[in-house]
């Protein structure tokens, strides 16, 4: 929201004739902004959640539609980690569990890379040695 929001100001600013016009739309821009910077980071925080055990994957996320997942070792296929540019300047990683579900991938992001990396070697471990063959 910044990068608008800070353009339209400075056009504001510079165009004396079409300040109203442009002030407008970054004030409609910056105030929900502002209030998703501030919300958006509790609320995370409070539900989502994930977890390993000897036995499963669990995570819980979602903003209204709140979903808990729960992915059993002996379903797990694949365990990747993922660090978009973003991620890697801020020494941050995600890591995916793709399971035999058809509900999809389990995704844990904001994790730091060390913790990561040995969540995946952990889970990669634990699922070469749970019998079964994913499906």
């Given at each position: 929201?910044?990068?608008?929001?800070?353009?339209?100001?400075l056009l504001g600013l510079l165009i004396p004739s079409a300040r109203f016009w442009l002030l407008l739309p970054a004030l409609v821009i910056a105030v929900p902004g502002?209030?998703?910077?501030?919300?958006?980071?509790?609320?995370?925080?409070?539900v989502h959640r994930w977890e390993t055990t000897d036995d499963?994957?669990?995570a819980a996320s979602g903003w209204i539609w709140q979903k808990w997942r729960v992915a059993p070792m002996s379903r797990i296929q694949t365990v990747d980690t993922?660090?978009?540019?973003?991620?890697?300047?801020f020494?941050?990683?995600g890591v995916t569990v793709t399971t035999a579900s058809a509900a999809g991938a389990i995704k844990i992001n904001g994790l730091d890379r060390t913790l990561a990396a040995d969540l995946v070697e952990r889970l990669t471990a634990r699922t070469q040695h749970t019998p079964g063959d994913a499906t």
């Open positions: 929201m910044a990068p608008p929001v800070l353009v339209l100001v502002v209030v998703y910077a501030l919300v958006m980071p509790r609320w995370r925080f409070r499963a994957v669990y993922v660090r978009g540019p973003l991620q890697q300047i020494g941050l990683a």
